[in-house]
């Protein structure tokens, strides 16, 4: 592998929009690293994209799982030595559309976060040593504007209708401020972190509802994964440009 070439791993890319972002990420020549629990997923998705011509190998990633993590990890390092490119993709939603947050399992919050939240941190964590090693590494959290509270909090936006899906909303908000503060460590450094919406994109995760595309979806984390150095950094993006905190 030349020296030159990237490496990108994609939390949760068998399918949907990771798998989406890996296929975008691979066809600009940057080396894939589909980060999956599955393995059976994780390689049929390998097989898809070495198909394209896209230099992918399969990781075994659990992000809810300590151990799971390091071993990830150390495999980037024993193989690679460096990570250039870090998206944290992987998320999930229970359901809760219509569940008012006095009623909802303290379970399924833990749960939501379990991934949503404290798997970013872990994955994040585990990954920033080989993120230092490369020239310019680049960080991309999978976010959404359901987790803004300027947007929750104004009583006649678009979202003003919607349920208030206090799981999902919150670890979204929550992923917002890991981002901030990353941002604030790395100020100093090549290493440039960003949160991102891809929109309301058609999904597993909403049960297909949404109105865009894996392909439109991934554009904007694809962007900001392979931001150039004068880019911004610390922000919360989406198609349109920068969305209210």
């Known amino acids: 592998m030349p020296e030159d070439t990237k490496i990108a791993l994609i939390t949760g890319a068998n399918k949907g929009i990771g798998f989406e972002i890996a296929r975008q990420l691979g066809s600009q020549h940057i080396t894939i690293l589909v980060g999956a629990r599955d393995q059976a997923r994780g390689e049929v998705a390998v097989q898809k994209l070495r198909a394209e011509q896209i230099d992918a190998v399969f990781v075994q990633l659990d992000v809810t799982a300590q151990a799971s993590i390091d071993a990830a990890a150390a495999f980037v390092d024993r193989t690679y030595g460096r990570l250039d490119i870090l998206v944290n993709n992987a998320g999930i939603s229970v359901r809760e559309w219509s569940i008012p947050p006095s009623e909802l399992a303290l379970e399924d919050l833990q749960k939501t976060f379990a991934t949503n939240v404290f798997g970013v941190f872990a994955v994040t964590k585990a990954m920033l040593p080989l993120l230092r090693h490369a020239q310019v590494g680049r960080i991309v959290n999978l976010s959404s504007e359901m987790g803004s509270l300027s947007i929750n909090g104004d009583a006649v936006s678009h979202l003003a209708p919607l349920p208030p899906t ?51 979806g991934a554009k904007v984390p694809v962007t900001y994964a392979t931001l150039p150095v004068d880019g911004p950094t610390g922000g919360f993006f989406d198609a349109n440009g920068q969305v209210a905190w």
């Open 166 to 216: 206090l799981a999902y909303n919150a670890s979204k908000t929550a992923l917002n401020a890991l981002t901030v503060f990353f941002a604030k460590e790395l100020r100093d450094t090549p290493i440039k972190i960003n949160s991102v919406s891809p929109g309301y994109v058609s999904t597993d995760l909403n049960g297909h509802s949404g109105y865009l595309s894996t392909e439109q």
